[in-house]
């Protein structure tokens, strides 16, 4: 048996067994992410970005300016948020046009997106942001829901097959430390996305074989913090805290933008 397999959650987990796994296990969380940090990860002046559920590619901005600054070129997908399949093909299509090594960053969902794609060949690092990070095939509900429920679940509202957040959700749990007037034009501009894209499976997961970083929104409300925490360390990604809500990308892009340079071996 793979010593990875050791890894994957057996269904079901409480609360309590996983908080007492993180409390046990705190020490090995801390050399697992500098043993990620350690690895030499190639020099990479390309990056793509990928947003999630309830936003658009323009919720990158503040990270894309930064990282502009920094003389990288960047690409943010713009995710169809139709099924995983082709959502994936979005991301692959984009990958495909990087002239070398390139850092693969999805917010949210689209981990489901960076699991699968990172294996595309022009990927050297993957950074996930407050981001679903499966198991190649794992039920990413049956996870989830070994965990608490969070807030910004019960304000999802469907419009036949399509889904969105509704306007008091999306301001209270999904961009919470934004300001509201902020919050508003994001809500406006919200994509909605087809319920077929939720019943994807990956089929691969790319953070088994490269270079993974993480950053865990401790006061995320749209997916629990200590789900983030469990999928990271898992990972063994390098991994960041920050203080913010599902939205860190646009409420700290410098914490997030190192992340990614310190991914890309560029200078932080």
């Not at 489901?112 to 679903?132: C, D, F, K, Q, W």
């Not at 270079?211 to 990271?232: C, G, H, K, N, Q």
């Amino acid at each position: 048996m793979n010593s990875q397999d050791d890894l994957r959650p057996r269904y079901p987990m409480n609360r309590r067994t996983f908080v007492n796994m993180a409390a046990a296990g705190a020490a090995s969380t801390l050399v697992q992410g500098n043993a990620a940090a350690a690895q030499s990860v190639p020099k990479a002046r390309n990056v793509v970005l990928v947003h999630g559920l309830f936003a658009d590619g323009s919720s990158w901005s503040e990270v894309i300016a930064r990282l502009q600054a920094a003389g990288l070129n960047v690409t943010s997908v713009q995710n169809p948020l139709t099924t995983l399949p082709e959502a994936v093909a979005s991301a692959e299509r984009v990958l495909a046009r990087q002239d070398g090594p390139t850092v693969l960053v999805g917010h949210s969902f689209s981990g489901m997106i960076v699991t699968e794609a990172g294996m595309h060949p022009n990927v050297s690092a993957l950074v996930y942001v407050a981001a679903r990070a499966p198991d190649a095939g794992e039920d990413y509900a049956a996870l989830a829901k070994t965990f608490p429920t969070p807030p910004a679940s019960a304000g999802v509202v469907f419009d036949g097959d399509e889904g969105r957040l509704s306007e008091a959700a999306f301001l209270r749990d999904f961009a919470g430390d934004l300001p509201e007037a902020k919050a508003k034009v994001l809500y406006a501009v919200q994509e909605p996305f087809h319920k077929a894209l939720l019943a994807g499976k990956t089929t691969h997961a790319a953070w088994r074989s490269k270079p993974s970083y993480y950053a865990v929104s401790t006061e995320d409300r749209t997916i629990d913090p200590d789900l983030e925490r469990f999928m990271a360390k898992r990972m063994g990604a390098k991994t960041i805290e920050v203080k913010a809500s599902h939205l860190s990308l646009i409420s700290h892009p410098d914490e997030i933008t190192r992340l990614v340079l310190e991914a890309a071996g560029q200078p932080v």
